[in-house]
Nanobody
Framework: QVQLVESGGGLVQAGGSLRLSCAAS????????MGWFRQAPGKEREFVAA????????WLVNSVQGRFTISRDNAKYTGYLQMRNLQPEDTATYYC??????????????????WGQGTQVTVSS
């Protein structure tokens, strides 16, 4: 079992930056792919980014490429999502997720067994 706690959300103006953190409780976190998803009001949860256990592979949805960076520090059992040039359409609750069944396409949410409670990101225009 892995517990995840996100932090770092907040209110920022368009063009601003935030760094989200995802702190994991268990050492097994370092053996799993980690993903970030977001859900805006009235919309379905969507994939944002993922990074494999060794940080050797990364995936980013097209809409955030060039603006967001995903990373992890396995020694600290923590993952990060650095977000730059934020836009109002990035407003959402952001969730980190992980688990042993993530394989192939990391954008598939049903593969992830462990989820954080989410952190709100609001971007004003």
């Amino acid at each position: 079992q892995v517990q995840l706690v996100e932090s770092g959300g907040g209110l920022v103006q368009a063009g601003g930056s935030l760094r989200l953190s995802c702190a994991a409780s268990g050492r097994t976190f370092s053996t799993y792919t980690m993903g970030w998803f977001r859900q805006a009001p009235g919309k379905e949860r969507e994939f944002v980014a993922a990074i494999d256990r060794s940080a050797g592979s990364e995936w980013l949805v097209n809409s955030v490429q060039g603006r967001f960076t995903i990373s992890r520090d396995n020694a600290k059992y923590t993952g990060y999502l650095q977000m730059r040039n934020l836009q109002p359409e990035d407003t959402a609750t952001y969730y980190c997720a992980t688990g042993p069944r993530v394989a192939g396409n990391p954008a598939i949410a049903s593969q992830y067994d462990f989820w954080g409670q989410g952190t709100q990101v609001t971007v004003s225009s």
